[in-house]
């Protein structure tokens, strides 16, 4: 695809001996959000997770074809720089229980040793601000980070992946776990970090991947079936299988 | 007849409640009596010298005589502490990394190696493992077979598997989703495991040496024959030292008045020491806890 971000070719993945996507390719455009559906096994989540190499982080599992990230395969390369590229929300919040907000937004560039506390200080701020917490939290940074409503952890935790200043943001059903509203706040904010970034949001809701993403990928037992403009795909689907997913035939 | 269902049900809910809370009584009663035995004939000769002064010379009073000297149990005191300290340094770090590895590298057959052997020899009984270090150094460096050395490696011994089994189940309560985060943020590996999985489990994993050093601090069957026991003070790591529970040992058998009346005053202190070490570390352990989860 012209101006992917990400390029997935040939991708499958394995658990064990079980293949859970197979011979995937699809591009993830540069500033837009993408979106990921399909029923529950479809091998969403197992997608997301290779592309920043946090599937190999399981047992027994294995990775064949290619990830391209501005054109290199990021296979090949040290899954510690590339997870530093690609950040990535899970489907639960999960801050750092011990620390506090301020240190869990802190905690990539702290580890990472390379900056200055005012570097430091401003970083968390910014994230805070992109991840729309900063106005509820800028009074106590420094209480523990469990103190937050699940909504605002979610938040944080984004705030704490945007702190290490990636390129791609993937996001694993982000809003799994929350309430509508908090939900409504996440998706507002997926709309305004694609100006930043690339962002890939895996969904098993079709209403929030209409919502925010501007292309969508339909999954359907590990294999793509069909993939494009998020309107023309909910609107004029190409495929059968997509067309009776959207309209809620199964799933 | 109306067969009453609820009130059958609360009639067994309470006679088992009663019977529940009798059994927690009984349950209390070796306990109590314990403690009440040992403050009974520990109490009365406890003061200041009694916790500095060295054990005295054997005796009983006999009419016309000069009293027996009461002496004191100091060395005891010291020597535990010193040995236990040791063994402590020895096994937390053996034991903090055999459970890292046991828990994180998971699957791999070292790991369940590791945890197998753990288990393994926290049921094996103390004396073996003070056979052990006593055939090995009697082999191998026969000059410091009774040491404060040999009596630190017997300790670590029983205190390893502890640590082991103990940090491998606080580590394994940190949530998964904990250390994908930081894999996730482009933290290594190795420092996920220590900044993230270990500190999250700091609480827990100071329980489970704290509960290592009070198992070692009671024990005197490994030190028999390595630490040998000694009436003098610290004499340098490599000649024997004494201990509290060897002191006991040693002298509650003994047919000398003021030494059984010493090892009951032992027993006491022994006893008192790890209920203060119980509730500091309790109270420390609920403080972290508490400022993690901001109650």
Redesign the interface.
Known sequence: MEGAKMQVEGLSAYYGKTKAISEISVGFPEGKVSAIIGPSGCGKSTLIRCL?R?HE?L??TRVEGRILLDGEDILQLDP??????V??V?Q?P?????MSIFDNVS??LR?AGRHSRDEIDRAVVRSLQQAALWDEVKDRVD??A??LSGGQQQRL?IA??LA?EPEVLLMDEPCSALDPVATAKIEVLVDELKSHYTVIIVTHNMQQAARVADYTAFLYLGKLIEVGPTESLFERPKERLTEQYITGRFG | MKFDRSARRKLWSHTMTVLAGLCALVALIPLASVIYQAAVLGGPVLSVDFLTANPPSPCSPVVGQPPCAVGGIGSAIQGTLILVGLATAISVPIGLAAAVFAVEYRGRFLGLAISFTADVLTGVPSIIAGVFIYTYFVIYYPVIVFSALTGALALSVIMIPIVTRTCEEALRTVPHSLREAALALGIPKWRTTLQIVVVTALPAVLTGILLSVMRAAGEAAPLLFTAFGSRLGFQGFNNPINALPLLIYNFAESPYKNWISLAWGAALILIILILIASVLSRLVVNRMVRRMRGG
């Open positions: 920043n946090m982080t047992p027994r510690v720089g590339v997870r530093r590229r950040g990535m899970f639960k999960n801050p750092f229980v011990t905690v990539a580890f209480a523990p469990v103190s935790c704490r992946a290490a």
